[in-house]
């Protein structure tokens, strides 16, 4: 898998709804080979502040490399204030994408929770191509964090939310949403977002008896697999998030 790291220019970097950025940088040669599920780890500014690369999700891969974020820490916040034109040096692709589901399934359902939408919108652009189509159920705290998604709903997908206070879509976790997943074809799921979320997917899954992929998320460093600190616990052994993951099956996963 070729690694590029190269100072891209930022071609634009919007506010996108209260809580959500999205960066978009000038990378061709790096979207071409960019897969859905794979990261970037940006370093944010030349000074030692913030000292580590800080990883995202490719949300899009088109003629430039789309990143989703939201704005969290002193990193988050830095990265608000770049203006297009700036430049920001990027490592990437990294990590183990989503591969497609069984050639037999005839659902895909997508869970999401919060930031971790950002991965699914590059996904839906491929499962669109190979005529999948897709489910995606998506929960946030209020309407501050929900962004359109005007873009999902192009890709065919039917979109259905929950907010903690009700405050968009139905009142509740994500979790009230999903659980009504009428199963009478064969389903697969995609699942990113915050670790009780898919840990109450794994669930569902091992109930219903469904195969599914999880992208993870954790604090890094190297991002490349050479220090260890992003290691998770699976049912084979320690895996790291980065090179591992960020995707693992879902069934691996010990949340
Ligand atoms: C593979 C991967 C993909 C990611 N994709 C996205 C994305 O698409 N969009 C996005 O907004 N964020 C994403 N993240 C999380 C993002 O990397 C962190 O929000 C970012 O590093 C925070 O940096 P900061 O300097 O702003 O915050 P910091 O000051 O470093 O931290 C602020 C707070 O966030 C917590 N935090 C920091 N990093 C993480 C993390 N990785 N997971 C959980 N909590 C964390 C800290 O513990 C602290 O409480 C991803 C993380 C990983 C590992
Ligand atoms: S961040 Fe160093 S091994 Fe993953």
């Known amino acids: 898998m070729m690694t590029f790291q ?5 071609v634009s970097n919007k506010q996108v709804s209260e809580k959500f950025y999205q960066l978009s940088f ?3 040669a790096m979207a071409r080979k960019a897969l859905p599920g794979q990261f970037v780890h940006l370093r944010i500014s030349d000074t030692l502040k913030p000292f580590f690369r800080r990883p995202f999700s490719i949300h899009r891969a088109q003629k430039t490399i789309d990143i989703l974020y939201e704005a969290v820490g002193d990193g988050t916040r830095m990265l608000a204030q770049k203006k297009r034109g700036d430049r920001l040096d990027c490592l990437g692709p990294l990590g ?4 497609l589901p069984p050639k037999d399934i005839k659902q895909i359902v997508l869970i999401a929770g919060g930031v971790g939408v950002a991965p ?3 996904l839906t652009d491929i499962l669109k191509k190979k005529n999948y189509k897709c489910v995606l159920f998506y929960g946030a705290r209020s309407k501050e964090q929900i962004f359109p998604m005007t873009d999902f709903k192009k890709n065919g997908c039917a979109v259905h939310v929950a907010t903690d206070d009700g405050s968009v879509g139905k009142k509740g976790r994500v979790s009230v949403l999903f659980s009504s997943i009428k199963i009478n074809v064969p389903t697969y799921l995609y699942t990113c977002g ?12 091992n109930k219903n008896h469904l195969e599914g992929q999880a992208s993870l998320e954790e604090v890094m460093a190297c991002g490349v697999g050479a220090c260890l600190g992003c290691s998770i616990k699976t049912k084979k052994g320690y895996q790291t998030v980065c090179h591992d993951g960020p995707v693992f099956d879902l069934k691996e996963v010990i949340f």
Do not use: G, H, N, R
């Open 120 to 122: 699914f919108l590059f």
């Open 194 to 205: 915050p670790k009780p979320m898919m840990a109450c997917v794994q669930e569902f899954a």
């Open 6 to 10: 190269e100072k891209y220019k930022i």
């Open 96 to 99: 183990t994408p989503f591969s």
């Open 26 to 28: 000038d990378a061709l």
